[in-house]
């Protein structure tokens, strides 16, 4: 334990104790790549998933949750330490590579093409952080995490961050050469060839609980599903094709099949929880670190199809960010309700903390809020902005580096340097009415711009992010890159 010391042990002990003989356990699973509208509950007619509709009967959905970032690991290190991508200056999915980079900066100059310069991003989550894993373990729990990490190298580790239990948590940004074992990770025990990992986390995850059933318990399960490459259980994909549509937007059948193992996994460690007559005693929330990925190709087909949101994974559009989020809580949470709530990844770890009744430290930055209030539906989280710091072009899907703020109805998207003249350009939605982002009202609406643009300030102030500047070296005579301004994924009539 790093920085929590034996008086912070003693203090979350008694707090603990005044709050109930045993804490409630914590399951958080986390889906990668799951777009918005990849299960029955948010609404997809296409992939089969009985066991998340399932959770959903036993808690809340949301309707309005977002993760902090449009890609991997900078939602991964939201949800751990409860701060904005911004803070943390780790900002896109870098964490696999080689090259460390603790202290990222801004270069002074940059190709003649883009008319902004953008950030570095750290590819490591320092271990000086505070995670949800090290508050919960030093207050008395057991602690697992299985599946995908993508947040460093060694010693940038699960269990240099407070886990006690790790099956897989290494530096893939996907799963270890594939779905299908063998597996070239000592973390993962090597069962006979062909197992699917997904498959074998869950039992992993099994045992942990049977094993912990006497203790609290946090287990994270991160599933490396649905993220490529896309593979997948052959009778599966056989059983998706033969019942795609053609004119149902969401027909890939490797999708399908990527989506089912997800959604067993969910069904495997809820039916272990029913059998040990731990369900009433287990908190269980489900997320995805970002949206759906629409600029990879599977026979033909985009992976997945996010509308009516625009485009998807690695955009600033409602497609990249809008996530699932269901949470149980038994005797605290109604079961089968929805709330619009607009809610974010950073907001997961002060939540578990009110929930198993513990307070953060004094000390302790967290950009997130509790929704505890929000689950109980004892007050609600309306005057609330929440934000995006994504200041990186990503050629895939068109993304231009920007900041979004959504306050209520309305979102303001901030493009940096991209006009003519190298000034910031400015997106206006109002969700209500264009969950699409198909009608920009900022021309029209100067005050409201200017209004959502002084939050968007402050918060790039107040959480010291590294923000793109000018280019000075762009040549607006230069080859463009073939990207230009972003793409509307998943707006097109004919988009599959």
């Known amino acids: ?58 808690g809340m959905k949301f309707t309005n949750a977002y993760a902090a970032s449009p890609l991997c690991s900078p939602t991964r290190a939201s949800i751990l330490t409860g701060q904005y991508p911004g803070r943390l200056r780790l900002t896109t999915p870098a964490c696999h590579l080689p090259r460390e980079v603790l202290d990222p900066r801004l270069p002074a100059t940059g190709p003649p093409t883009r008319k902004a310069l953008t950030p570095q991003t750290r590819t490591r989550l320092p271990n000086r952080y505070l995670t949800v894993a090290e508050m919960l373990k030093t207050a008395g729990y057991r602690t697992g995490f299985f599946g995908k990490w ?52 869950a039992k992993e995850a099994v045992e942990f609980i049977r094993d912990n059933k006497q203790r609290p318990l946090l287990l994270c399960f991160w599933d490396y599903s649905v993220h490529a490459p896309f593979e997948a259980k052959q009778d599966l994909i056989e059983k998706y094709r033969g019942k795609a549509a053609p004119d149902n937007p969401q027909r890939n059948p490797v999708m399908g099949a990527m989506i089912e193992p997800l959604d067993d996994a969910v ?50 559009y409602e497609g990249g960010v809008r996530v699932h989020m269901i949470v149980v809580w038994p005797g605290e949470v109604s079961s089968g309700t929805t709330s619009e709530a607009v809610v974010s990844s950073i907001d997961l770890f002060p939540t578990i903390l009110d929930m198993v009744g513990l307070r953060p430290r004094a000390d302790q930055v967290l950009d997130g809020l509790s929704i505890a209030g929000v689950l109980r539906r004892q007050s609600g989280v309306s005057d609330r902005a929440v934000f995006c710091h994504f200041p ?28 003519a003249r190298q000034t910031d350009r400015f997106e206006l939605y109002n969700l209500s009415n264009d969950i699409g982002e198909a009608r920009n009202l900022a021309p029209r609406m100067p005050e409201k711009v200017r209004e959502l643009n002084a939050l968007i300030e402050r918060h790039l102030r107040d959480t010291l992010s590294l923000v793109p500047i000018r280019n000075p070296a762009y040549n607006s005579n230069a080859k463009r890159p073939d990207f230009g301004r972003a793409r509307t994924v998943g707006r097109e009539p004919n988009a599959g």
């Open 150 to 201: 993508h947040l460093g190298h060694a010693p940038y580790l699960p269990e240099n961050q407070g886990f006690d239990v790790v099956v897989g948590g290494r530096h893939h940004p996907g799963p270890p050469r594939g779905y299908f074992s063998p597996w070239p990770i000592d973390t993962i025990p090597q069962p006979s060839k062909g197992e699917h990992i997904t498959d074998r986390l």
């Open 392 to 419: 990186h072009y990503v050629k895939a899907t068109g993304n231009l580096p920007s900041t979004s703020v959504r306050l209520g109805d309305w979102k303001l998207i901030r493009f940096y340097a991209d006009t």
């Open 1 to 58: 334990m790093k920085i929590a010391t034996v008086i912070l042990s003693l203090t979350f002990a008694c707090q603990l104790q005044a709050a109930e003989s045993r804490p409630p356990n914590v399951v958080l699973f986390l889906a990668d790549d799951l777009g918005w509208r990849d299960t029955t509950v948010y609404g997809s007619t296409f992939y089969e998933t009985p066991n998340i509709e399932r959770l959903a009967r036993r």
């Open 267 to 316: 069904g495997a460690l809820l039916d272990t929880l029913d059998s040990l007559r731990l369900a009433e005693d287990t908190i269980v929330i489900f997320f995805s670190d970002n949206g759906g990925n629409m600029y990879n190709t599977v026979e033909g087909l985009p992976p997945t199809d996010n509308r009516p949101l625009r485009n998807g994974k690695g955009s600033i």
